[in-house]
């Protein structure tokens, strides 16, 4: 076997590990159906959901934005879901005339509403605008939801929930992250919208 065959494969072996771990883990599937059960009642009383994350976490933020405010496994009405990062003359605009760490908190005080839920996700869990944010959507009386990893970082004290993988691979953390808005997006939909 070749040394890049065999780095393949540790790669894969490392991602089964942390989601073997997380499938034994009840507290971690109940925190999801909790996440899930919140996002449902926001949804119900008129709410949004609003995403925020740097680099590939800005990417996860934006996917997620899309299944909810698009559709996931089936044709349903569309749910009110915002990426904060998706309108870039406005991030840059902020970044330049106030500061970087900024861009979401002044976008969370427009468009944030009691009742609506802010999912912050930073791998680190000490990405300031993102704890910025967190922190000013708690203020506002917003659900708080943080994705992050082993080390939970900043962000835990703002969370009203928290998705803390237990690793501290950047690309493992994101993989799972994925995994779990997968999962409380099929969740939303499924109990809003399937035909009983």
């Known amino acids: 076997m070749t040394n890049t065959i065999s780095r393949i494969?540790?790669?894969?072996?490392?991602?089964v590990e942390i989601k073997q771990k997380l499938l034994n883990d009840d507290k971690?599937?109940?925190?999801?159906?909790k996440i899930a059960d919140a996002i449902i009642q926001c949804y119900k009383n008129g709410g949004k959901?609003?995403?925020?994350?740097?680099?590939?976490?800005a990417a996860d933020a934006q996917h997620l934005a899309a299944e909810?405010?698009?559709?996931?496994y089936f044709d349903r009405k569309p749910l009110d879901a915002e990426a904060l990062h998706a309108n870039t003359s406005y991030i840059t605009a902020v970044a330049n005339d106030y500061s970087f760490n900024e861009i979401y908190s002044r976008l969370v005080k427009a468009k944030g509403k009691k009742g609506d839920v802010l999912i912050g996700i930073s791998t680190s869990g000490n990405s300031t605008n993102i704890i910025n944010a967190l922190d000013f959507a708690k203020q506002q009386g917003m659900i708080t939801v943080g994705f992050t990893g082993a080390n939970e970082g900043k962000m835990k004290r703002y969370c009203d929930y928290l998705i803390d993988i237990p690793s501290s691979d950047t690309a493992r953390i994101q993989e799972i992250h994925i995994l779990t808005g997968h999962i409380i997006c099929e969740l939303v939909?499924?109990?809003m919208f399937e035909k009983k």
């Open 9 to 15: 494969k540790e790669v894969i072996n490392k991602s």
């Open 28 to 33: 971690f599937a109940t925190n999801i159906e």
């Open 49 to 57: 959901v609003l995403l925020c994350g740097n680099g590939g976490s």
């Open 68 to 72: 909810l405010s698009g559709r996931f």
């Open 189 to 191: 939909e499924k109990q």
